[in-house]
T-cell receptor, first 111, second 114 residues
Framework: SQKIEQNSEALNIQEGKTATLTCNYT??????LQWYRQDPGRGPVFLLL?????KEKRKERLKVTFDTTLKQSLFHITASQPADSATYLC??????????FGKGTSLLVTP | DAGVIQSPRHEVTEMGQEVTLRCKPI?????LFWYRQTMMRGLELLIY????????DSGMPEDRFSAKMPNASFSTLKIQPSEPRDSAVYFC????????????FGSGTRLTVV
């Protein structure tokens, strides 16, 4: 069956460090992968999309890599800030235009 | 644009009652999605529409669930009769396929069935 796995354990890091979150998947052949941020009590917010033929994409302090051989995406936040504390979700396209989401990884950035 | 608007924000109902959740997508978006989120199962896709037409409802858990999109600016998700296991946060999201900028989610409806 199709699975999207994100580290269920919260990631705690110190302000200024780089946070790296992992998304692994099985039994998918996605055309693209997306990352979202979710704050408590709010809906997910779209951050980045990376296509299968792209190895890396950047947006300000965010960097996403996509390795279709390893079936893995890495999401990096450089120079992390307490305001980056949230849950981060990865999502893969399934048939049609719909997305399946991982359960997310909680990030806590402490001053 | 005010974004994706969902109502109500919170709903508490008794088991067996009918519940209707509402969604107004972003104007001009051609896709609309309904998701359900729980701690145990995460975000689950229930159904999605393209240009007001249901494309895939395989995620709808049971016949108790139904969804409609009578026009481009309104969709409903109905549960009849509701059960305690339906308690979750229900999200509506919309997207414009051409732009592929990802989904825009609403703030969700927290449903509690007692």
């Amino acid at each position: 069956s199709q699975k999207i796995e994100q580290n269920s354990e919260a990631l705690n890091i110190q302000e200024g460090k780089t946070a790296t979150l992992t998304c692994n998947y099985t039994n998918y052949s996605p055309a693209y992968l997306q990352w979202y941020r979710q704050d408590p009590g709010r809906g997910p917010v779209f951050l980045l999309l990376i296509r299968e033929n792209e190895k890396e994409k950047r947006k300000e302090r965010l960097k996403v890599t996509f390795d279709t051989t390893l079936k893995q995406s890495l999401f990096h936040i450089t120079a992390s800030q307490p305001a980056d504390s949230a849950t981060y979700l990865c999502a893969l396209d399934i048939s049609g235009y719909a997305l399946n989401f991982g359960k997310g990884t909680s990030l806590l950035v402490t001053p | 644009d005010a974004g994706v608007i969902q109502s109500p924000r919170h709903e508490v109902t008794e088991m067996g009652q009918e519940v209707t959740l509402r969604c107004k997508p972003i104007s001009g978006h051609d896709y609309l999605f309904w998701y359900r989120q729980t701690m145990m199962r995460g975000l689950e896709l229930l159904i999605y529409f393209n240009n007001n037409v249901p494309i895939d409802d395989s995620g709808m858990p049971e016949d108790r669930f139904s969804a409609k999109m009578p026009n481009a600016s309104f969709s409903t998700l109905k549960i009849q009769p509701s059960e305690p296991r339906d308690s979750a946060v229900y999200f509506c999201a919309s997207s414009l396929y051409r732009d592929n900028y990802g989904y825009t989610f609403g703030s969700g409806t927290r449903l509690t069935v007692v």
